[in-house]
């Protein structure tokens, strides 16, 4: 079944196109032990889909560090979880085959991403996929982090498609909050570290990404667009 092709979804990328939890939170570890500072997995659970530098300076403020401290430590961080992604790379279970069906049903796709490029390039690159998306949005193109919709919706602009006809498969609080900020249908995905009331606010829940399909993503945006058009979208 074809699927229009004025459709697209949009990927977060932790959690849903790569395992990364424990990547991120080892990485967290190595830059803040050096410092004198402690982070818990606690701590760290709510902030995952979060930018660095936004964890950074709630979490230790800037009345400790300055700017250019900030970036440094948001650096240092990041290029130890590229490091460690690099030895140890666990793909999410059917990521590929889900992209496939979806680019040959016609939808467009993007990553919208509150990573740096350098970590979005090395995930895409590993799973062998950056010719099915046509829009790749990063941290460094964004200046609100989720759950603001600002990365989202740069991603429907540079798609051309509205956000009432995207959907966004995320596996975080903050991810889901931006994707129905952004007025578009939000899929959470159970990953590492998440349980169903985590993603809650979600339009719809599943447990694997084999759970989604074209179909599944047709009649999720077809739903919202009749909500939209009776004025009662939510």
């Known amino acids: 079944m074809t699927v229009d092709k004025s459709l697209a979804v949009i990927f977060d990328m932790d ?17 803040a032990e050096p410092q004198g500072l402690h982070f818990t997995e606690g701590q760290f659970a709510p902030t995952f889909g979060r930018t660095s530098r936004e964890i950074i300076a709630h979490f230790w403020g800037k009345d400790r560090f300055s700017d250019a401290q900030i970036a440094e430590l948001d650096d240092h961080k990041e290029a130890a979880f590229r490091r460690i992604l690099e030895t140890d790379f666990p793909a999410m279970p059917g990521v590929n085959e889900l992209l496939v069906a979806l680019h040959d049903a016609g939808v467009t796709l993007a990553v919208g991403s509150s990573g740096p490029p350098e970590n979005v390039a090395l995930v895409l690159d590993r799973l062998g996929v950056n010719e099915l998306f046509d829009a790749v949005v990063t941290g460094e193109d964004v200046v609100r982090g989720k759950p603001d919709p600002q990365v989202f919706l740069i991603a429907a602009r540079r798609l051309g498609v509205a956000p009432v006809r995207c959907a966004v498969v995320e596996d975080a609080p903050a991810g889901v909050a931006a994707a129905n900020a952004a007025g578009m249908a939000s899929v959470g995905l159970l990953s590492t570290g998440r349980i169903r009331e985590d993603l809650a606010a979600a339009h719809v829940v599943v447990q694997r990404l084999s759970d989604i399909s074209p179909e599944m993503v047709r009649d999720l945006i077809a739903k919202r667009l009749s909500l939209f058009e009776k004025g009662t979208s939510t």
């Open 15 to 31: 959690g849903v196109l790569v395992d990364t939890y424990h990547a991120h939170y080892c990485s967290w570890l190595e830059m």
